[in-house]
């Protein structure tokens, strides 16, 4: 097995970059219960969500019985609690990371600044492009989901969850979310790889090769619609509010954090958070390898998984050369 890491980035991670055990042979029993772990506890992205969702459920969600009809002012609360969010995760992590370089170049992936200027911005710069498309029409689309899934709950068009009533499904559903996302996004971030969307539509979020914390959500309205969509599987399964705005939350919040363009956030000279992942890097400097993630890995079944090393690296260069030949 080829174990060289690739040459021009500023950090990689040990390679070849594993995916997750439940989807390896023979079984790893010790493997998958380090994988949930290290994926949920003790400080992790995910249970950090659940308690903003918690949290934005008791304090900052509109009582459910007001979202039987559509009112400014329920859903104005909803948009700039989702606003206020989004701003706090992504200019946060952008000026923790950027502005102010508390963390230097240290676990950082690509050496290169974060383009200032070019005309392939709609504002004429990276960030101030990823900031419009992430507030202007990431947020708006993603407030219009949360709006959609409360009405229906609280008319009963969508099946309603309650703790008391199945406490175990209330609980394990906050771990299948994750999965359900890892699915839904290689399918339609493949969809998106066809050259007419791609063109149209995907390209925008493609303007960031070295990409920053605001360029997770930075895409086409249309991106937006379809990505966020993933909320409409609780149409069908059955749902508590909280879990859609964490469902939500999570997609939405971790296109920022994935996106920060650091492994982790180092404290005393030890990384305490997961953040942006090597796999997910490649992608935006290789194009056509790693659309999903590791999660469950549709790119090793298909061919499109880059490890990380130089074999891989010659591998998926050949697929570009057929690619562009097709």
């Known amino acids: 097995m080829d174990k060289t ?43 950090i969500l659940v308690a903003v969702a918690f949290v934005s459920f008791y304090w900052f969600q509109p009582p459910l019985a007001e979202s039987r009809e559509f009112a400014f ?32 170049q240290r676990l950082r992936y690509d050496p290169r600044p974060l383009m200032k200027a070019g005309r392939q911005f709609t504002l004429g710069g990276q960030i101030r492009d990823n900031m419009f498309w992430t507030l202007a029409s990431g947020v708006t689309v993603w407030t219009a989901y949360e709006v959609l899934m409360f009405w229906a709950l609280a008319n009963g068009y969508a099946p ?109 000279d030890k990384n305490r958070l997961a953040l942006g992942t090597f796999h997910h890097q490649m992608h935006h400097r290789y194009f056509e390898c790693n659309y999903g993630s590791l999660e469950i890995p549709w790119d090793k079944f298909f061919g499109s998984f880059h490890d990380g090393t130089i074999g891989a690296d010659a591998r998926i260069r050949e697929r570009r050369k057929r690619l562009m030949k097709s």
């Open 5 to 47: 890491p690739l040459k021009g980035w500023n950090h990689v991670p040990p390679v070849p970059i594993k995916v997750s055990p439940f989807f390896t042979w023979p079984p790893r029993p010790l493997e998958m219960v380090g994988w949930i772990w290290n994926s949920w506890f003790l400080i992790t992205e995910k249970l």
């Open 73 to 104: 002012d329920w859903i104005t609360q909803m948009y700039l609690r989702n606003l206020i969010l989004m701003t706090a995760v992504a200019g946060g992590l952008h000026l923790y990371f950027y502005t102010f370089t508390k963390q230097g």
């Open 160 to 268: 309603m969850l309650t703790f008391a009533a199945h406490p175990v499904w209330f609980v394990a559903l906050f771990l299948l979310i994750p999965i359900w996302e890892s699915f839904y996004f290689y399918w339609i971030h493949r969809l998106l790889h066809v050259s007419f969307l791609y063109k149209h539509v995907h390209a925008l979020h493609h303007r960031n090769i070295n990409v920053g914390p605001w360029s997770g959500l930075s895409m086409h309205p249309v991106e937006h619609l379809i990505f966020l969509g993933s909320v409409l599987i609780h149409w069908g399964v059955a749902a508590h509010p909280i879990h859609i705005l964490f469902h939500l939350q999570y997609y939405a919040l971790t296109a920022a954090t994935t996106h920060t363009g650091f492994e982790g956030l180092l404290v005393k």
